[in-house]
Nanobody, 115 residues
Framework: QVQLVESGGGLVQAGGSLRLSCAAS????????MAWYRQGPGKERELVARITRNGWPSYSGSVKGRFAISRDNAKNTVYLQMDSLKPDDTAVYYCNTDPQLSYAWGQGTQVTVSS
């Protein structure tokens, strides 16, 4: 059974930083492409960052240069360092594989950026 548990969200002022964590069980992150997704108010879920099994990261244009995805294979955990946060980054953030496993969505972690 795949479980992905996101944590680390919160309320932060514009320009601030947060670090999200995604603890995985039932799946080995080192042999999968892992990704962070987000869904803002009234918006569709979008992929914001991914890291391949070889460790190559990539980002959506809206977060490139501000967010950094990483992973700790020993802890089977994926991270998302978010800097220079903007109000438009307000969303629920989820991790999953890429492509997504429909049955693996967790509860997500809420990130709210105030102006």
């Amino acid at each position: 059974q795949v479980q992905l548990v996101e944590s680390g969200g919160g309320l932060v002022q514009a320009g601030g930083s947060l670090r999200l964590s995604c603890a995985a069980s039932g799946i080995i992150i080192s042999i999968n492409t892992m990704a962070w997704y987000r869904q803002g108010p009234g918006k569709e879920r979008e992929l914001v960052a991914r890291i391949t099994r070889n460790g190559w990261p990539s980002y959506s244009g809206s977060v490139k240069g501000r967010f950094a995805i990483s992973r700790d294979n020993a802890k089977n955990t994926v991270y998302l360092q978010m800097d220079s946060l903007k109000p438009d980054d307000t969303a629920v953030y989820y991790c999953n594989t890429d492509p997504q496993l429909s049955y693996a969505w967790g509860q997500g972690t809420q990130v709210t950026v105030s102006s």
